[in-house]
């Protein structure tokens, strides 16, 4: 059984960030300055203080990334604050993960979680992953298989494929659950399906063996 490790949450990061670029990129509504760098449109900004929460989370992402607009941090910061705080479950995703990395002096495993808890709680998938993998170790919360498991579960329900194959490797090894390599392998399946790697390797094993 292969193990779903620290190394695999932070490539997943890497993923949904590269996910997001394309998404998020594509769907910005952009002008072309005289000196050809991309500005997002003041319709943007007008929406995002209009209330509409994914614009300001989209505009955090910019802010982050330095697309067409001088890269700051602390402006991302701001901006998913005000799309997680107006309902913008991706806002809260943005912030959970800010939070989560290994490096800046704001890092908190406390914060990361309660806003990927809130992120969950509006329906994105990546979030309910990543809280689950928090509970599964302890991070910034009490160390709860269980919950990790429930997590996961509405990660997979919600389309998550490294959630469908982290529910799976609970089952495998009977931790939040009873031990079930039958639905183990029904979970790992699904997280295949779902085009995560990690769940696919680990499915190409249960076949051979």
Known sequence: ML??????HIVRLLSVSILLFFAIGCGTRQLKTDNGISVQ????????????????????????KGEGVEKSVSRAVEYYKKGCELGDGLGCYFLGSYYGREEGAEKSS????????????????????DLGYFY?????????????????????????????????NSYYRGEGVEKSSIKAFEFKKS???????????????????
């Open 136 to 168: 599964q170790k302890g991070e910034g919360v009490e160390k709860s298989p269980g919950k990790a498991v429930d997590s996961y579960k509405k990660a997979c329900e919600l389309g998550d494929g490294w959630g469908c194959a982290s529910l799976g």
């Open 110 to 129: 406390a914060k990361a979680a309660e806003y990927y808890r809130k992120s969950c709680d509006l329906g994105n998938q990546w979030s309910c992953s």
């Open 41 to 64: 449109t003041p319709d943007l900004h007008r929406s995002c203080e209009q209330g509409n929460a994914s614009s300001c989370s989209e505009i955090g992402y910019l802010y982050e």
């Open 3 to 8: 193990e779903f490790t620290l190394g695999d």
């Open 191 to 209: 997280g295949c399906e779902l085009n995560n790697g990690r769940a696919c390797a680990s499915l190409a094993l249960d076949y051979i063996h």
